[in-house]
């Protein structure tokens, strides 16, 4: 039986730390209303004591969802922890969301606690989520740079204080993913009350590998993954959420595990998230850049018009375009050409007809990126007029 893979968007929170990504409370409502819509499990709707437009705004989409878990971020502090559990209260199924740094660096340099201390922290703040929902999740901030003995110490701790998720962050993106994935595995296994917690994980994207470690952890026994629309987040970001769930769902011959992710409205959520940041896709972005389902060159488009699976390896209607796209351009071939010619409803009444305008075609594509339809039109046009 495939397992379920919980998907915990934090657009709204890690995505919104994102410099220059900030939201208004309207728009936060907006884009959750969209995550929802797309089935998202978990929606992490911000960090309510940072100020008090994101507790309005955690409170607005705590009213606003009903179909997700709503969940705040807090530190391991009481008033956090208060702030994050008022903001909730209205929502149909809450989460509080604590966490403490547990790397030697950030405990030293950052906290300047002992390692006794920040457990005790820990266990306290989750004691005192507890008051306020059943559904407690604990990050040990900057685990990928953690000890492995210390991890385990404290995340049994807190499994026993009553977290029942164990997010485990590689804060600075600095884990491969042969080592995340181990690493996961590893906990699991030498954490006694580790069956009683599911594993979550939040990659970020300094070395670009915030996805790839993801897969790798989720192949190793996690069960949650903590993810962004359009991968964004602090500095380059955050796991991208079309990403995980398109690789997950793509290769379910590798995975024991899928989402319940609507598909369909991954790419109306990619463009909100895009119109209301400003925070311009890449015509190359997986998924949902421009390009992710162009075809431009004369071999991939013949093969294409052949059959789709030759160099598509997922169905662009799925994810939310209308069709997979054929860029006429200098490197497409007269298949292509001819098949353009049909869409628009063009008849040439000889085969040196088309050849002739299929010439003029490439004369125009070597000074232009694209040629449009309008281009098409005009050519053949002048083609018929000049044969
Ligand atoms: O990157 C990080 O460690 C975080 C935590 C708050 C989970 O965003
Ligand atoms: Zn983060």
Redesign the pocket.
Known sequence: MTDKLIIFD?TL??GE?SPGASMTKDEKVRIAKALERMRVDVIEAGFPIASTGDFEAVQAVAKAVKDSRICG?SRALDADIDRAGEALKLANASRI?T?I?TSPIHMKMKLRMEPDQVIENAVRAVKRARQYTDDVEF?P???GRSETDFLCRILEAVIDAGASTL?I????GYNLPHQFGSLISTLRERIPNADKAIFSV?C?NDLGLAVANSLSAVMNGARQV?CTINGL??RAG?AALEEIVMAVRTRQDMFPCDTDIDTQHILSASRLVSGITGFVVQPNKAIVGANAFAHESGIHQDGVLKNRETYEIMRAEDVGWNTNRMVLGKHSGRNAFRSRLQELGIELSSETDLNAAFTRFKELADKKHEVFDEDIQALVSDTVATA
């Open positions: 934090t929170r890690d730390q971020l969301h966490f740094a990050s901030e900057d685990a997010n962050p590689d804060t600075v939040h970020h903590e987040g602090e955050n």
